[in-house]
């Protein structure tokens, strides 16, 4: 590999974690040169991020508009769009990865010069189409959000087969924005950061309740001052902070910091307190820990900061996280963590006393980042919670998914291990809290997937005729119906529907034979996520159930 190109058109926190996949790139393929492809608008970040050697600035929003113009005729688009991207266009890759997943990111694949794609593009018929089976099931992972439990960076590590091998969110700090940042928090006094606000009103926790968080904290602390960060827009919120909290002292550095100086000054501080935040995730990067409100649409599992030992709060609430298309009236998820509670949680990490010995919330969870045994993101509740449905089988369809997608084998033993530490729920108990028509529905979607191997691997006999081949094809299509009706008729076996639909409709452009074979690939590997999830519910003491062989792409 000599040309190597990232496609990164997306913000700050995104930004951020792209960086482990950056340098797993540049320990893999030491001599190569890595290209950056990001949006005009967030240039400044890149400046931050290790091992990049050339930074291509693309206007994203004018891409955006060039692509959908409806008042354009096709070809006048494309040429637009090509202007736009032209400095590209001269550029022969060895590889180009597609970490967006915008419609606009994937024309621009299609348009550059690239022997191996990984990520969403065009097929020849302009649809899209896309390239690695870890980036297919975004899709699946958003729809399915509290049963997919696998972070966005893992995602990014899985589609470039950097998975578990320990590479971490990183970033450069230069000396002059850490002279700056000396500057701006002068002395040796205990501080904290706080960011007030986040990338939509829903994610943000009210100023009243970080009033009162920081006013209970200021009791227990009465030496803490408390640094402001943020963008100009964010000064309103700041302002009327300040005012509630008199007694406080503010260092408000809201609109005063670049990029660079921002990670200095969270590198200064002992602890964030924040919303879902890019400047979380740079806190991560800089080895701040972190106090973080997930809220509205944000979910802790997807986004929360990729290291260990930051604190993370979320909803229980049957509605969180809210679907990103929602107008909330009542956001009830703002209300689930009372302020002194959190104060308590922030002055606990702060002194290094148990942060899990505090009590635990009715409705809202406390969580701890680290990595299990594979080197994978997760979290661990604080507290034991009381089980719901989604909780055990987010613990199996995580690893079911991470194999199957080619990561490391699927341990049923830790599923049991973390349902019963974490929900008091046994192997073996586990179908007491599920709903009754789980089991039949999956095992007719096993049937099913079964059955749907066998076609296809007839289809690609090389005695199949036309006339088979039609037949086969109609008999797959209604075992793909059958298969998503069950599967769509109970909302816990939603990732099976959406994983097999995504697969065959990325089926490559192919003669029928090697079509043939991937689609048995695909049905098979739906046939071993159903074996798994059933041995789970069962337990070990149950019956052997055997277990289709291992399906990784």
């Known amino acids: 590999m000599r040309e190597i190109a990232v496609l990164s058109l997306t913000r700050l926190g995104d930004q951020i974690q792209v960086t482990p996949v950056l340098s797993g790139l540049r320990k893999r393929y030491p001599d190569a040169r890595l290209h950056l492809v990001v949006k005009k608008a967030f240039r400044n970040v890149t400046d931050l991020l290790p091992g990049v ?44 990865l597609n970490l967006t997943h915008s419609n606009s990111s994937s024309v621009l694949l299609s348009m550059l010069n690239v022997g191996t794609l990984v990520g969403a593009t065009l097929d020849r018929e302009g649809g899209r189409l896309v390239a690695n089976p870890w980036l297919r099931h975004m899709s699946t992972l958003v729809r399915t959000r509290r049963l997919y439990l696998i972070n966005l960076v893992d995602v990014y590590l899985g589609a470039t087969g950097l998975l578990g091998r320990g590479e971490r969110l990183s970033i450069r700090i230069p000396e002059s924005a850490r002279t700056v940042a000396t500057e701006l928090l002068p002395g040796g006094e205990p501080r904290i950061a706080i960011q007030l606000a ?4 829903i994610r943000a926790w009210p100023v009243e309740r970080f009033a009162a968080t920081l006013r209970d904290l200021r009791r227990r602390l009465p030496e803490l001052r408390f640094v402001v960060v943020g963008v ?11 005012q509630a909290c008199p007694e406080c002292t503010f260092e408000n550095l809201i609109g005063k910091t670049e990029l660079a100086v921002l990670a200095a ?21 800089v080895g701040t820990p ?16 990729y290291a260990e030992g930051h604190w993370l709060i979320h909803s229980r609430v049957g509605c969180a996280p809210c679907n990103y298309h929602v107008q909330c009236g009542f956001p009830v998820c703002h209300t689930d963590v009372p302020p002194e509670w959190l104060a308590e949680v922030a002055f606990r990490i702060l002194r290094g006393a148990a942060v899990g010995e505090v009590p635990p919330l009715p409705r809202a969870e406390l969580l701890r980042s680290g990595f299990d045994e594979d080197g994978l993101w997760e979290l661990v509740p604080a507290h034991r919670q009381v089980p719901e449905a989604t909780d055990l089988l987010g613990l199996v369809y995580r690893g079911v998914f991470v194999e199957t997608l080619g990561g490391p084998p699927a341990h049923l033993e830790r599923a049991w291990t973390r349902a019963a530490d974490r929900y008091g729920v046994k192997p073996g108990e586990w179908s007491t809290v599920l709903p009754d028509d789980l089991l039949p529905r999956l095992a007719r979607c096993g049937e099913l997937a079964h059955r749907g191997e066998q076609v296809a691997m007839g289809l690609g006999h090389p005695s199949a005729d036309g006339a088979a081949a039609r037949q086969a094809g109609n008999i797959l299509a209604e075992v793909d119906q059958e298969i998503y009706g069950h599967a769509r008729g109970q909302p816990l076996l939603l990732p099976l529907s959406y994983t097999l639909e995504g697969d065959l409709l990325s089926l490559p452009e192919a003669e029928l034979p090697e079509l043939a074979l991937e689609s048995a690939h695909h049905y098979r590997a739906l046939r071993r996520r159903v074996a798994l999830l059933e041995r789970a519910i069962h337990g070990p003491d149950s019956p052997t159930l055997s277990l289709p062989k291992e399906a990784n792409p």
């Open 53 to 96: 050697d050339v930074i291509h600035e693309i206007d994203g929003d004018a891409l955006a508009q060039a692509l959908t113009d409806p008042e354009l005729p096709f070809v006048e688009r494309y040429r637009r769009a090509q202007r736009l991207i032209a400095p590209l266009l001269d550029q022969r890759f060895d590889l180009a």
């Open 198 to 201: 986040a990338s939509d009103e």
């Open 232 to 242: 100009p827009s964010e000064l309103p919120r700041a302002k009327a902070l300040e």
């Open 265 to 285: 000054v969270v590198e200064r501080v002992r602890l964030l307190l924040t919303n879902d935040t890019g400047t979380m995730h740079v806190a991560a990067a």
């Open 290 to 305: 972190t106090c973080a409100l997930f809220l509205g649409p944000a979910y802790p599992h997807e986004t929360g900061p």
